[in-house]
């Protein structure tokens, strides 16, 4: 691989072991080959390696080469969720929509449950269970169950799962297992990363990862009013992560796109609209920021005041964005009918008397759980 990877990963383990073994470098190619493919769930499956380096491997770092298993699967008429479990027992769910253009897109998640306790979001209402690794993560679009029947697998890779992929420090090299190509070979434009504002992580993220496209959850442009829905405001305030966008967009021409979640009485006033117009006025290079507009989804575990606002009203708001000259759209929404839409995902944590955990990994800017 061309980019230097932490220890944690276990491929790299794999391929560093490979090395010191004085295998030829091929034979992790073929090892790659074999997980990328929906014929291989052992290393005992991969028959184009030796039967001792197979025995070998399995040894040294258990038998299988997945290591997440796949528990349920439910489908509408363009979107499969399916929930993972992994060796740990932690449960996470991955999504995808089929567009009816042809193309399908991938959302994933980055930790099991999350510890930021927004107020509109099913995951927040869990807490937080544990940061999942970059091999569960790289795992969830690896998994051959995408590419079953000989579909090809999905062309994009959103982190708009469970869990806020920030505060995960193994993101990072996450994203450098997907757009490596040594190893998924994914254009980096072609992932996005979500993030509701976790700004150290922000400002690290667009610098080693550049050409990653971010999304930033805006929800208020009140400062006072976004912390209600988004505690980690009060941490790393909104200005502070516009900042570093700024910085981005200016430095790297990168469109960014900000999420505005419209819920119904709350933060969908003509006041809102200014404000959030001005927000983007205000930025240094305006026209590469683009506001998406999500309608609010009724979320299990979120404040059950919330509501969502009409479709009519919701194209009312993206139409004044317009007309104060931002650049807007309106989120096309898929998969509410099983609990796949954004800020649905629990995991089936919600419906179980789960202990909560406290975090399993301090590194860089540790986050304290949330009480929900």
């Given at each position: 691989?061309?980019?230097?990877?932490?220890?944690?990963?276990?491929?790299?383990?794999?391929?560093?072991?490979?090395?010191?073994?004085?295998?030829?470098?091929?034979?992790?190619?073929?090892?790659?080959?074999?997980?990328?493919?929906?014929s291989?769930?052992?290393?005992?499956?991969?028959?184009?390696?030796?039967?001792?380096?197979?025995?070998?491997?399995?040894?040294?770092?258990?038998?299988?080469?997945h290591?997440?298993?796949?528990?349920?699967?439910?489908?509408?008429?363009?979107?499969?969720?399916?929930?993972?479990?992994?060796?740990?027992?932690?449960?996470?769910?991955?999504?995808?929509?089929?567009?009816?253009?042809?193309?399908?897109?991938?959302?994933?998640?980055?930790?099991?449950?999350?510890?930021?306790?927004?107020?509109?979001c099913?995951?927040?209402?869990?807490?937080?269970?544990?940061?999942?690794?970059?091999?569960?993560?790289?795992?969830?679009?690896?998994?051959?169950?995408?590419?079953?029947?000989?579909?090809?697998?999905?062309?994009?890779?959103?982190?708009?799962?469970?869990?806020?992929?920030?505060?995960?420090?193994?993101?990072?090299?996450?994203?450098?297992?997907?757009?490596d190509?040594?190893?998924?070979?994914?254009?980096?434009?072609?992932?996005?990363?979500?993030?509701?504002?976790f700004?150290?992580?922000?400002?690290?993220?667009?610098?080693?990862?550049?050409?990653?496209?971010?999304?930033?959850?805006?929800?208020?442009?009140?400062?006072?009013?976004?912390?209600?829905?988004?505690?980690?405001?009060?941490?790393?305030?909104?200005?502070?992560?516009?900042?570093?966008?700024?910085?981005?967009?200016?430095?790297?021409?990168?469109?960014?796109?900000?999420a505005?979640?419209?819920?119904?009485?709350?933060?969908?006033?003509?006041?809102?609209?200014?404000?959030?117009?001005?927000?983007?006025?205000?930025r240094?290079?305006?026209?590469?920021?683009?506001?998406?507009?999500?309608?609010?989804?009724?979320?299990?575990?979120?404040v059950?005041?919330?509501?969502a606002?009409?479709?009519?009203?919701?194209?009312?708001?993206?139409?004044?964005?317009?007309?104060?000259?931002?650049?807007?759209?309106?989120?096309?929404?898929?998969?509410?009918?099983?609990?796949?839409?954004?800020?649905?995902?629990?995991?089936?944590?919600?419906?179980?008397?789960?202990r909560?955990?406290?975090?399993?990994?301090?590194?860089?800017?540790?986050?304290?759980p949330?009480?929900?």
């Amino acid at each position: 691989m061309s980019t230097v990877l932490t220890a944690r990963s276990r491929w790299i383990r794999i391929r560093d072991h490979l090395i010191e073994a004085g295998a030829p470098a091929f034979r992790f190619r073929q090892l790659l080959s074999a997980w990328q493919s929906s014929s291989a769930e052992t290393f005992a499956d991969v028959h184009s390696l030796p039967a001792a380096l197979r025995a070998d491997l399995a040894e040294r770092f258990g038998p299988r080469l997945h290591p997440l298993t796949l528990l349920d699967v439910q489908q509408d008429e363009q979107v499969e969720k399916v929930l993972f479990a992994s060796e740990t027992g932690a449960r996470i769910e991955t999504v995808v929509s089929h567009y009816r253009a042809g193309w399908d897109s991938m959302c994933v998640s980055s930790q099991a449950g999350c510890g930021l306790g927004c107020t509109f979001c099913a995951t927040g209402a869990v807490g937080l269970v544990r940061n999942l690794s970059a091999d569960e993560i790289v795992a969830q679009v690896m998994h051959p169950h995408w590419i079953r029947d000989g579909r090809p697998r999905p062309a994009s890779v959103a982190f708009m799962g469970m869990g806020e992929a920030l505060a995960n420090p193994h993101l990072f090299d996450a994203l450098t297992l997907l757009t490596d190509e040594g190893f998924a070979g994914m254009s980096a434009r072609r992932v996005t990363v979500s993030t509701v504002g976790f700004a150290p992580n922000l400002a690290r993220l667009v610098e080693r990862h550049p050409q990653v496209t971010i999304t930033l959850s805006v929800h208020s442009p009140f400062s006072q009013e976004r912390a209600r829905m988004i505690p980690l405001e009060e941490r790393f305030p909104l200005a502070q992560n516009l900042d570093i966008l700024d910085r981005h967009a200016a430095v790297n021409r990168r469109k960014t796109y900000l999420a505005y979640l419209l819920i119904a009485g709350v933060n969908d006033s003509d006041g809102h609209l200014g404000a959030l117009a001005d927000l983007v006025r205000r930025r240094s290079r305006p026209e590469l920021f683009h506001i998406s507009v999500i309608r609010y989804n009724e979320a299990a575990g979120a404040v059950p005041e919330y509501r969502a606002p009409s479709s009519r009203h919701v194209d009312e708001f993206v139409n004044g964005l317009l007309h104060r000259g931002v650049h807007a759209t309106r989120r096309r929404q898929l998969g509410t009918g099983i609990d796949a839409a954004c800020g649905q995902l629990h995991a089936t944590y919600l419906a179980l008397d789960s202990r909560r955990v406290a975090p399993v990994d301090t590194e860089l800017i540790p986050i304290t759980p949330v009480s929900c």
